[in-house]
């Protein structure tokens, strides 16, 4: 018997084994027996007996052991329990698998003239129990979808069914999986089955949501697959084009640039492919209303930007059938009254659209009418051009250069001169906007990316010569910006447009980011490094010569456009030209015999020419320092590069004598190596020494770079320490001396202000500041003491000792160090207290000894050196709860101090140092969660540090009282102060005790302040509406001006207000005639609508009270202020009601 007819014999319930092994057979590569072969094979009647009786068998099995039976995934995994699989079920999952292999082969088999009913009623059988497959018959699942999907592609009876079984589990996994390209793939060949399906059906429904979802994926909106999947369904309802279209919309902002050009795509397939209404709806709802968006949308919303690349995207596309005719016909209606439109970001966005997509037209217009369409548009960018908006201006620059880029050959000739000349000599000088002269230049590197624009830009370029000079950075950036295109393109020769010597001037003086440009420019005329490193050389004294200081600058710069071992050996050849300077004045015979070494430099330079020599020798400085990184990491090439100057550096020592030679050549051996400079360590030493109070930063500057570099800061901080020691002042006969005056040990050799200056210098470069605290704390301690004994000279003076200024400033300025010590001290070892409490140990001394002579009593000379001291002492502890070194200890005992101090006579001389501290008390207190345990201290001190401020507000109105003058030069020196502690507030929330607090304090002091000057009021006469804040009385205005500076500090001010109102603490006309001026005041923003409508309802509502005020006598001041309140009210609430514009 053959093979098929035991086949076909074997498809019988009784014969399942049977089946069941012909399916292994064909499932097994390496044997002979396939069913792709023998199917063809069966004569139509017998593919017909097969298929009706493996109908038959899989009906028997699934009757035999239903679904029901099934145990599925659930059982599988149900805890520990193991859980037996019934030999009926193993069967039954094998004999599906056969019959759908079978199925499979069978549809690819199919004749035209077959009888499929069986076939189709299996298949129908599988998709009936597919969903029922338990989870680990994944494979099989899988299987019968691969059935359903050929079955749809055959196009064969009853595909609808499983066609869209198909392409439910495919579209769910593009979803669901991370990488769905082959999903993708399959669920594109199944997308008609889509069009099988009702959008308003209970299908149609069930699929709208993962539909939509595959609009959120990057990997379909990316692929090719993913993206004429999601055009087609486009194609699938007009409702659901709106739904797609809102969906895009929603997720544009989370999508990246990148991503939007795909979008774009998307949109322009499916309206490629569309036609009837789904092309009205594509058109109206998606593109049309883009247009609209990008008009209206501000432009800095998230969205504008990728609205703008979608409708670039087809305004590329214009070359494309149908597309001008489009855009013609959706512009029409909508971008000819945004060009006009009032609101000049409207205009500048429609501008922009305008130009990407010019010439608008309508290609089947006639030729005579799309030259009057085209010849409008061109009138329109002249208009454009001239709008009185800058931000119109500049982007009608970048739309008309972008037009003459693209239409150069199609645009008159006369029309082209006539826009250039406008932009570069009208726009490109606009005195009221940099935007608009930056965006000229910027714009014309659009043009002279199009080579028929160079012969006439050649012509006009030169007229914006003097633009190098612009006042505005970002202009200058521009322009050299646009020099470097004319010189990538080769338009023009740039030092045509712009002279050398003017780019050089330039180049000395401008920021970075305008000379790091200039010198890519110049590059290659510097530092040709295409020809031989003498030449480099020549250039490099050429432009010495020519100007220095850009000499520096290009040198500075040079490593961002070179490789670094150009850098080293432009350094080798200056040096060997340094040594050929030396050779030559020291004999002249030996030279002349050097031929080697000899070129035309040497007519050029000499040792004589101070001014170059130290040029060369900077420059050396400046090249080694720009790759100093670079030849750390390449050892060999540091040793060699030093070793070459270690060599030469004390013979340039002996000749370069000058003040000018000597700093970079100092520079330049701390970057050597200290062992391989010996003799030069004492001289530097030396030269601190010799050095004398009040030289210049630079005199010791690159000296002490130099030890640092070396790691011999130590020294210094062993000088500065003994001069501190020497120059202490000591009693000459201990207590037995009662003179009172003071006397000096050893005041001629020491210098405890350049050492102060040292030590300066030292902390306030990182550099160096870090090479310090590199030291053993040991090392550091000495200075530290010595630093800390310098009060005693303090009290001494305060004290009535006889001790000269100069002596005092010193002991001030020792004073700071040693706080400034402290913090950094502390910072660097914040396991114990140490420098904290060393940092205490001076604020009480502080208290016990300054603070007692902070008094009227006090001689002048007494009371400003301890307000000094104080005043020294408060920012010190500022500054170190700005840096966070300090504790919650430390805090406490700061908010004390400030408490003694505003408790002296004249201790509101302190006040800005004082709401300074406060700030970072504040600041400290209120961004930062507190731990459970400290909750309750930390709301301690927030109270305390309230009750501080508010005796802050009522020192200055007391002092206001007592002394007009005095009090209104405290509000001024007050004022910064008050504006940083006002910011606080935004670390804290609105109704917090912190707030509270603080402006119930403003408020109440604002209020009582505007009262106190109302009841002063003698006449009627004298009663007016402040105009402004200077009209208000003095502490007033200081507290209006900074709460009014920033918005949300108004914001809590008036919550504040508005509580005080509702309170009813304000009970007098003059009172709610104060609010009524702040109110006033705060108007005049034009900000605080809301707030000031609530809180004027309220006031009007309670100086009802106040009507019959002497209603009979209108000479009656409490009158005439009830009556000017009333007016103030009105005039603001009819302000709040006016549509805000």
């Not at 530092?527 to 250039?539: I, K, S, Y």
């Not at 120059?727 to 350049?754: M, N």
């Amino acid at each position: 018997m053959s093979k098929r007819k035991q086949f076909l014999e074997s498809v019988h319930h009784e014969h399942v084994q049977d089946f069941l092994n012909f399916i292994r057979l064909h499932k097994d590569g390496a044997d002979p027996f396939g069913l792709a072969e023998v199917l063809p094979e069966l004569q139509r009647s017998q593919r017909q007996e097969l298929w009706e009786r493996q109908l038959k068998l899989l009906q028997h099995s699934l009757t035999a052991h239903p679904p029901e039976r099934w145990i599925t995934g659930a059982e599988e995994d149900a805890g520990d329990m193991e859980v037996e699989i019934s030999e009926e079920q193993i069967q039954t999952m094998a004999v599906i698998e056969g019959v759908t292999i079978v199925s499979t082969v069978s549809v690819d088999i199919l004749q035209e003239n077959d009888n499929y009913t069986s076939l189709l009623e299996c298949a129908q059988t599988l998709n009936c129990i597919e969903s029922a497959l338990p989870l680990s018959h994944t494979p099989l699942q899988q299987a019968i979808h691969w059935l359903f999907e050929c079955w749809w592609r055959r196009d064969l009876k009853g595909k609808e069914d499983l066609g869209w079984t198909a392409f439910l589990v495919c579209l769910e996994n593009t979803v669901t999986l991370e990488k769905p390209v082959s999903e993708l793939r399959r669920l594109c060949t199944l997308r008609e089955v889509l069009l099988s399906v009702d959008f308003a059906s209970e299908r149609g429904q069930q699929v709208i949501d993962p539909l939509l979802q595959c609009f959120f994926r990057p990997s379909h909106i990316k692929q090719e697959e993913g993206k004429r999947f999601l055009a087609f369904l486009f194609s699938w309802n007009d409702n659901f084009i709106r739904m797609i279209h809102e969906t895009i919309k929603n997720q544009l902002q989370f999508f990246p640039k990148t991503l939007s050009v795909h979008v774009a795509e998307i949109y322009f397939r499916a309206w490629r492919k569309a036609s009837g209404s789904f092309l009205e709806e594509i058109e109206s709802t998606c593109i049309q209303d883009l247009m609209q968006h990008a008009m209206l949308l501000h432009r800095n919303s998230p969205v504008h930007s990728k609205v703008r690349q979608i409708l670039t995207y087809f305004h590329k596309q214009k070359f494309r059938e149908g597309v001008d005719e489009m855009l013609h016909r959706l512009y029409k209606p909508i971008l000819w009254k945004a060009l006009k439109a009032t609101n000049a970001e409207v205009r500048a966005s429609a501008t922009l659209l305008f130009t990407e997509a010019f010439p608008i037209h309508d290609p089947s217009m006639s030729s005579e009418m799309v030259d009057q369409a085209v010849q409008k548009q061109l009138d329109l960018l002249f208009a454009l051009l001239d709008d009185p908006q800058p931000l119109v201006r500049s982007s009608a620059v970048l739309g008309v250069c972008s037009v003459l880029a693209r239409c150069w050959e199609v645009i008159p000739s006369t029309v082209i001169t006539d826009l250039l000349e406008k932009l570069i000599l009208q726009l490109a000088n606009d005195t009221s906007s940099p935007d608009v002269r930056c965006s000229v230049f910027m714009c014309m590197s659009i043009i002279l990316d199009n080579s028929l624009s160079h012969p006439l830009m050649e012509k006009l370029l030169p007229a914006l010569k003097s633009s190098l000079h612009d006042s505005s950075e970002k202009v200058r950036v521009a322009f050299v910006g646009m020099l470097l295109k004319i010189k990538a393109v080769r338009a023009a020769k740039f030092w045509k447009v712009c002279s050398l010597e003017h780019l050089l001037a330039r180049l000395e003086i401008d920021s970075p980011p305008v000379s790091k440009r200039i010198v890519n420019l110049l590059f290659n005329s510097f530092f040709p490094v295409n020809q031989p490193e003498t030449v480099w050389c020549e250039r490099c004294v050429t432009l010495i010569q020519t100007n220095p200081g850009a000499a520096r600058k290009f040198y500075q710069h040079a490593y961002l456009y070179t490789a670094p071992a150009n850098i080293v050996k432009l350094m080798l050849v200056i040096r060997k030209c340094l040594n050929v300077c030396i050779q030559n004045a020291g004999d002249d015979e030996l030279a002349s015999s050097n031929k080697e070494n000899s070129t035309m430099l040497e007519d050029v330079l000499s040792v004589q020419d101070t001014a170059s020599m130290a040029s060369l020798l900077e420059i050396l400085v400046i090249l080694w320092k720009s790759v100093q990184k670079s030849l750390m990491a390449n050892q060999e090439a540091f040793k060699y590069t030093t070793s070459k100057f270690a060599s030469v550096l004390p013979q340039y020592l002996k000749i370069f004598q000058e003040e000018r030679c000597k700093a970079p050549l100092i520079l330049l051996a701390s970057l050597l190596p200290a062992s391989s400079v010996p003799a030069l360590r004492s001289k530097v030493m030396s030269h601190l020494r010799s050095l004398k109070a009040g030289t210049a930063v630079t005199a010791y500057s690159q000296s002490v770079e130099c030890l640092c570099s070396w790691g011999q800061i130590s020294h210094i901080v062993e000088l500065i320490e003994n001069w501190l020691v020497e120059a202490i002042p000591v009693r000459a006969q201990g207590d037995e001396d009662t003179s009172g005056k003071v006397h000096f040990d050893g005041l001629e050799e020491s210098k405890p202000d350049l050492g102060l200056e040292y030590l300066d210098y030292v902390l306030l470069h990182p550099k160096t500041r870090d090479c310090l605290f590199t030291l053993p704390l040991d090392q550091i301690r000495p200075l530290h003491k010595a630093l800390d004994k310098w009060k005693s000279l303090l009290f001494s003076s305060l004290s009535g000792a006889e001790v000269s200024v100069a002596v005092i400033e010193t002991a001030l300025r020792a004073f700071i160090f040693h706080g400034r010590l402290c913090i950094h001290l502390q910072h660097k070892y914040p396991e114990e207290r140490e420098f904290l409490k060393s940092l205490e140990h001076s604020v009480s001394w502080v208290e016990e000894r300054v603070l007692p002579f902070l008094a009227s009593s006090s001689s002048e000379q007494q009371l400003s050196l301890s307000r000094k001291t104080v005043e020294s002492c408060l920012t010190v502890c500022k500054d170190v709860l700005r840096v966070s070194v300090g504790d919650g200890d430390f805090r406490d005992h700061l908010l004390q101090h400030v408490a003694s101090v505003l408790q002296t006579e004249k201790g509101y001389m302190c006040i800005p140092p004082v709401l300074a501290l406060l700030t970072e008390v504040a600041q400290g207190c209120l961004s930062h969660k507190p731990e459970e345990d400290q909750e309750d201290q930390l709301s301690l001190t927030i109270r305390i540090l309230t009750n501080i401020f508010q005796k802050v507000v009522e020192i200055i109105a007391h002092r206001l009282r007592k002394d007009k003058e005095e009090g209104q030069e405290l509000c001024c020196s007050s004022e910064e102060a008050l504006y940083d502690f006002l910011l606080v507030t935004k670390f804290t929330t609105e109704r917090s005790e912190f707030i509270t607090g603080v402006f119930s304090s403003l408020c109440a002091a604002v209020i009582i302040d505007i009262s106190r000057t109302l009841q002063k009021i003698s006449h009627v006469e004298e009663v007016l509406t402040p105009e402004s804040v200077n009209d208000l009385p003095p502490l007033s205005n200081t507290i209006l001006k900074v709460i009014l500076r920033s918005p949300a500090v108004t914001r809590f001010f008036l919550s504040e207000m508005s509580s005080s109102i509702e309170s009813e603490a304000i009970d007098s006309i003059t009172q709610w005639a104060a609010v009524t001026h702040i109110l006033t005041i705060i108007k005049q923003s034009d900000a605080f609508i809301v707030e000031l409508k609530e809180i004027a309802l309220s006031v009007r509502r309670q100086i009802q009270n106040y009507y019959n005020i002497t209603a009979e006598n209108s000479d009656n001041i409490q009158r005439t202020l009830y009556e000017s309140t009333v007016r103030m009210l009105n005039d603001i609430l009819n302000q709040c009601q006016q549509p805000n514009i």
